[in-house]
């Protein structure tokens, strides 16, 4: 098997993933907190993730990918209070909005998507576990995890020990033993309308510790790869560690991968985009092929700027892939193009460049159209595949023979000069979803578009 680096954050190297038996890659990357629509932001670790589990399939590898959805948060309760709804009405609404607006994205679905709700049980056990070992204390109905007690706390993120703030804008600070603490348990406050049973009191998993327990369940300790967004290294991923380094003794994952984040409006949002950053309004505006084509030409590590230009860039990359594929035969590619495919793989197998494999692709294309004979799209439909892109090649495959017959049927009226049956046919094409358009080696059909 091609030997596969990715950037791990922790040892701030590239290291080798090593999969376990059969292959096995277990990938878990943080979800959304189900409060609102998901913003395009939210959508990149999505994207990242389903991505690399495609690419890993394809190295063969055996990949269970865990998204987790956050329906029990602070940020739920505060909105669902201002909404006058139950903040489990408003989680559960949020989720399955979550669940169609990444769906149109249209690259699948990761294996396990566990709800913090429903695993509360192995959230009590992993508590249960911190406060025996010593490295958590419950007081008052809270449980905080004792950060002192780690020696190896801040080895993730890269921090100091004494330059580190939790974030939680002084809430508990009275019952904290020290300010670094963070929470594992919160006891049910009054506004809050949902509490589960504990051994230290009624109250709420804290938000770090529903990924250490989820992971764990779902692909036990030491898993390949734990992913998310850069912002969430510390204190989330800082936290996650702690817990399951203290709770298990061992490490919760051997790659840590962390995307860079979205950057909206650097360039200019002119009034195609406008406003519309949430995924559903991006996807209804430029289509998820752009979207996605956008997503799969920026390093996965690096900050991508987000902004009207990038998004006509990127649909003109969609165009150029289609217009080749028209000009594609069936079957193997020539073995002289392979090098542009192996190039391809190559690159994302050093970290998973989705950019520089993308330029791989499109010197394939280069080579592909300069040819005198239609080259066979094999490599072509398996490289976008490992994008989520085939569908550029194969939509090219749909026209059928009722579909053929119409345009060579349009070809004779229009050579018998009889323009009314010629423009009836160009109208029962477009009914069809077909445009015709003269292409070199003579008319050829093209999908509409909206
Ligand atoms: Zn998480």
């Known amino acids: 098997m091609t030997p596969i680096r990715i950037h791990d954050t922790r040892s ?22 189900v409060y609102a629509r998901v913003h395009v932001g939210n959508a990149r670790p999505y994207v990242v993730f389903s991505m690399l589990k495609r690419y890993l399939e394809h190295e063969g590898h055996d990949v269970t990918l865990v998204v987790n959805i956050t329906d029990v948060n602070d940020k739920i309760y505060d909105a669902a209070r201002s909404l006058g709804v139950t903040s489990t009405a408003l989680a559960s609404e949020m989720t399955e909005h979550y669940l169609a607006d990444t769906g149109a994205l249209g690259l699948g679905r990761p294996d396990a998507e566990p709800l913090a709700s429903e695993s509360i049980e192995g959230i009590a056990d992993l508590i249960g576990a911190l406060i025996e070992r010593g490295h958590a204390y419950a007081v008052e109905g809270d449980v905080y995890f004792r950060v002192r007690s780690d020696d190896h706390y801040g080895s993730l993120s890269h921090r100091a020990i004494d330059d580190m703030s939790q974030g939680e804008d002084g809430e508990g600070t009275s019952r904290k033993e020290d300010p670094l603490d963070f929470a594992l348990w919160k006891g049910q406050k009054e506004e809050e309308d949902s509490a589960w049973d504990a051994p230290w009191g009624r109250g709420r998993p ?4 529903e990924c250490s327990a989820m992971a764990e369940e779902l692909l036990g300790v030491g898993f390949e790869i734990h992913g998310g967004g850069n ?34 409006g650097g360039g200019t949002m002119g009034k195609s985009l406008g406003n519309a950053i949430r995924l559903h309004e991006v996807i209804a ?3 998820r092929d752009a979207l996605v084509m956008l997503f799969a ?10 902004d009207d230009e990038r998004l006509a860039e990127a649909g003109a990359r969609v165009e150029r892939i289609r217009d080749a594929a028209r000009r594609l035969a069936g ?3 020539p073995a002289d193009m392979r090098a542009q ?8 197998a050093e970290d998973f460049n989705t950019a520089q494999a993308l330029g791989a692709l499109f010197e394939w294309i280069r080579e592909a159209n300069r040819r005198s004979e239609p080259v066979g799209r094999a490599d072509l439909v398996e490289m976008l595949a490992v994008l989520g892109l085939e569908n550029l090649v194969e ?26 049956e010629a423009d009836r046919l160009r109208d029962e094409l477009a009914e069809r979803g077909w445009t015709v358009r003269d292409g070199p080696a003579g008319p050829e059909l093209v999908p509409l578009r909206r």
């Open 395 to 420: 939509a090219e495959e749909a026209a059928g023979d009722a579909d053929r017959e119409l345009l060579e049927r349009r070809e004779a009226a229009r050579a018998a000069k009889d323009w009314a």
């Open 341 to 348: 495919r192996d190039a391809f793989f190559a690159a994302l």
């Open 231 to 264: 912002d969430l290294a510390f204190p989330h991923h800082e936290n996650e560690a702690a817990q399951t380094r203290m709770g298990r003794g061992g490490e919760l994952a051997q790659i840590w991968m962390h995307n860079g984040m979205l950057q909206l």
């Open 206 to 209: 804290g938000w770090h510790i």
């Open 297 to 306: 030409g920026a390093h996965y590590r690096q900050p991508m700027a987000f």
């Open 12 to 33: 701030a190297s590239l290291r080798e993933l090593v999969p376990g038996p059969g292959g096995r890659v277990g990938i878990y990357a943080c979800g959304p907190t």
């Open 331 to 333: 079957g193997e590619s």
């Open 285 to 287: 505006d430029v289509g």
